[in-house]
């Protein structure tokens, strides 16, 4: 069984898209079973891949100890789109065994309507407050990882989006400078209500790799990436605008998969337990 599961842990991380195919298509308590297998990390990567309602039906069946790890690990807006397809109940129980930083970022995401910027976007991103010295921002980037990526977005007292300034501008900057006389004011922005034909219609992105989103306040809420508009191209073109949203949705779940099936009924068939039952009831 120990054999099994790391067979199953590599095939999960080297052909994430592929074995989330292959969890669609088992019954939920066979898939809960398979996901109970597998370490959280694995799982969230797994999440970006499976369709929300499904990922619903099959963690309904696992310990929400185990849901809370594994979308704590997915991208936030992956996670969120699953959150927002549960039940009310189901939803607020989940949420409740995040920690408390982690609970109110998804309860951030979660007030805005799926599909548009304010649900799609990315709120872990490196703010540095307006009038700091360029040694201080040049601090916050180091300690930053994940959220440091091109942009450092300035924000006022009361988070409203000032300015932005690339990683570059800043690091040849005078350490003693202020970080946002380095920066530009005239910043183009996403509504967090944007739809998408918005998001992928804004001229921003012509010369931009990351669009800021922000409330009807102007306050800075994160951002929409590239690599998210990229899918939003592919899906919309692929899509017959007659059909609406819900097919799009659908369509993106189904990115990138060409099957592993034959692979994995193999692997379910070494043994009995858990992998192995989960073949006799797909």
Not at 103 to 130: H, K, N, S
Not at 145 to 160: I, K, P, S, T
Not at 228 to 250: I, W
């Amino acid at each position: 069984m120990e054999i099994e599961a790391q067979l199953l842990e590599s095939l999960a991380s080297a052909h994430s898209a592929d074995t989330a195919r292959l969890l669609e298509s088992m019954a939920p308590r066979s898939a809960a079973e398979v996901v109970e297998i597998l370490p959280d990390d694995g799982c969230g990567k797994l999440l970006r891949w499976l369709s929300p309602l499904t990922a619903v039906q099959i963690f309904e069946l696992v310990p929400d100890a185990k849901v809370a790890g594994v979308l704590s690990r997915a991208r936030d807006d992956v996670s969120a789109s699953v959150l927002r397809t549960a039940k009310r109940e189901v939803r607020l129980r989940w949420l409740e065994t995040f920690d408390p930083k982690e609970q109110r970022r998804m309860r951030a995401l979660l007030q805005y309507p799926e599909g548009t910027a304010g649900a799609l976007m990315d709120p872990q991103v490196l703010t540095v407050a307006e009038g700091s010295s360029v040694r201080d921002a040049l601090a916050s980037v180091r300690h930053a990882h994940q959220g440091a990526f091109y942009y450092v977005y300035v924000v006022a007292e009361d988070n409203r989006l000032v300015a932005v300034l690339t990683l570059a501008q800043m690091v040849s900057a005078r350490e003693n400078d202020r970080v946002d006389s380095h920066a530009t004011r005239k910043v183009k922005t996403l509504s967090a209500l944007a739809s998408w034909d918005t998001i992928v219609a804004h001229p921003g992105w012509k010369s931009l790799h990351s669009l800021p989103v922000v409330d009807t306040s102007g306050r800075f809420l994160g951002v929409v990436r590239y690599e998210l508009l990229r899918k939003l191209e592919q899906q919309l073109a692929e899509v017959d605008p007659e059909e609406g949203s819900a097919r799009t949705g659908a369509a993106l779940a189904e990115l990138y998969g060409v099957g592993l099936r034959a692979l994995f009924a193999w692997l379910a068939s070494l043994g009995s337990g858990p992998v192995g039952t989960t073949k006799g009831q797909s």
